[in-house]
């Protein structure tokens, strides 16, 4: 794997050693650190490299001079620290000998999979399948375990070093945006369901998965090299989902915002257990992309993807609903203005 901005001869004495989760605590590492982050500023943030060398200079916050001066400079670089938390991760992983891209990437395409089947047969489904009149819900959500299936394939997932020629035209083809396509039409499915301002979202979604299809079909016909790497960034940046200026679960957890504001207790409460499994097939969708961006290094800058800090996001976003919440106008009223349905169809 090419790590362009590792810039020391010999990496391997981060094995072992947890990674820093703020410049605090990478003053305090030995040297290789330093050599690693002050080479991965100089590729993605080189405005930022003198406050490294600042802070490195000074190695602890002074007393009395230039506190100011320190003090902006460490709020500057934890900003993006937790990229170079993620970029570490990836070069310790392909530096352990026990990991390595190909193994990894069959096993999260492995873990999809499942998680498809797993979606099919969950209790958020089957006890959320009557909401918004969406009787439709286990086909939809099944349907998706079937096309994840399909293009996982029984051959497992293809990696573009796998491939001895061609790599631009092997990644464009490969299982995993296969996988990311189908969690797209999935979660685009289930956004349709709701009707109202979810609906509304979900052609937002189908806009980009035809932009991924199109930039798809450009890397396949791209011929001479700069070519294929303006193909090859289009392709990634879309998938990165930077065509929506708010993500999949920012829309759902706006609309929850909403619904709380209004006091739509007894709504929310009947909308929580598919919400849940929504949030899930978001999940899903993000892994599946990741598994195809991250085969992809190489070809794209691997150093930063938004999906890694959205799939972050995820875990323990969904607030608890209020399980004594008995409904009010204030449940029928957003019923109304937010999904086009009257509280009944959510019963």
């Not at 605090?24 to 982050?37: D, I």
């Not at 190909?102 to 089947?117: D, F, I, M």
């Not at 990644?171 to 709701?194: F, I, P, R």
């Not at 609906?199 to 035809?210: C, M, P, S």
Request: glycine letters at 10%; proline letters at 4%; one cysteine or more.
């Amino acid at each position: 794997m090419d790590f362009e901005w590792v810039k020391v001869d010999d990496a391997s004495g981060i094995l072992g050693s947890a990674r820093p989760e703020n410049v605090a605590g990478l003053l305090k590492k030995p040297r290789v650190w330093h050599e690693l982050y002050a080479g991965w500023l100089a590729t993605y943030h080189a405005n930022l490299s003198v406050g490294w060398e600042f802070v490195e200079r000074t190695g602890g916050r002074p007393r009395v001079h230039g506190r100011a001066d320190y003090d902006g400079w460490i709020a500057a670089l934890d900003r993006d620290f937790p990229a170079f938390y993620n970029a570490v991760g990836r070069l310790k992983k392909e530096l352990d000998p026990r990991t390595g891209t190909s193994r990894k990437l069959a096993h999260l395409t492995g873990q999809v999979a499942g998680a498809a089947r797993e979606a099919a047969q969950s209790r958020y489904v089957t006890t959320a399948a009557a909401a918004v009149g969406a009787e439709g819900v286990r086909r939809v959500v099944a349907g998706a375990a079937g096309q994840v299936g399909k293009a996982v394939g029984v051959t497992g997932p293809q990696s573009v070093r796998d491939a001895p020629a061609a790599p631009a035209t092997q990644w464009a083809a490969s299982t995993d945006l296969d996988n990311y396509l189908a969690w797209l039409a999935h979660v685009h499915s289930e956004l349709q369901l709701y009707g109202g301002v979810l609906a509304d979202y979900a052609a937002r979604l189908g806009a980009v998965t035809h932009k991924v299809d199109t930039r798809r079909r450009e890397l396949r016909a791209a011929g001479d090299a700069a070519a294929v790497r303006l193909a090859a960034y289009w392709l990634g940046y879309s998938v990165d989902l930077w065509d929506l200026a708010v993500p999949p679960h920012h829309s759902v957890i706006a609309m929850v915002n909403d619904l709380h504001e209004r006091h739509a207790n007894a709504l929310y409460l009947q909308l929580h257990p598919l919400l849940g499994a929504l949030l899930d097939s978001i999940g899903n969708m993000y892994d599946c992309g990741l598994a195809f961006l991250a085969a992809g290094d190489g070809l794209i800058d691997t150093g930063q993807f938004q999906l890694t800090t959205l799939r972050a996001e995820l875990p323990g976003l969904l607030p608890d609903p209020k399980w004594d919440a008995e409904p009010t106008d204030a449940d029928e009223t957003a019923a109304r203005e937010v999904f086009g349905k009257s509280y009944a169809d959510f019963r």
